[in-house]
């Protein structure tokens, strides 16, 4: 990640700096800067999850709806097949045709 190597070239620079005064903490600012970037790494790492899950998710709702609409479609056909079959006395699915919609719903 560019920002995270960004950070981390800057303690060179922030050690060079802080050698000219020799009361500075030297090591608490390299802690720092670690614990900086390792919390923004870790933050980085659950929002790319939360967004994995969250499309995961969304695609299992397409995948749903989908499912839905097939299911209507097939169901409203076995209707209208059975309906035509009591108005006009012929079959327009067969016995076994029936069965495989019955199963696929």
Do not use: H, W
């Not at 209507?72 to 097949?81: A, E, P, Y």
């Amino acid at each position: 990640n560019l920002t995270r190597d960004a950070v981390l070239g800057s303690i060179e620079t922030a050690l060079k700096l802080g050698c000219k005064k020799k009361s500075f903490p030297l090591i608490k600012l390299v802690e720092y800067v670690c614990e900086v970037v390792a919390v923004a790494e870790e933050e980085a790492k659950n929002i790319q999850q939360a967004q994995d899950e969250k499309a995961m998710r969304e695609e299992t709702d397409e995948e749903s709806q989908t499912a839905l609409k097939v299911s209507l479609q097939v169901s409203s056909f076995m209707l209208s097949s059975l309906v035509d079959e009591e108005n006009t006395g012929k079959k327009r699915l067969t016995v076994t045709q029936m069965r495989g919609l019955c199963k696929l719903l």
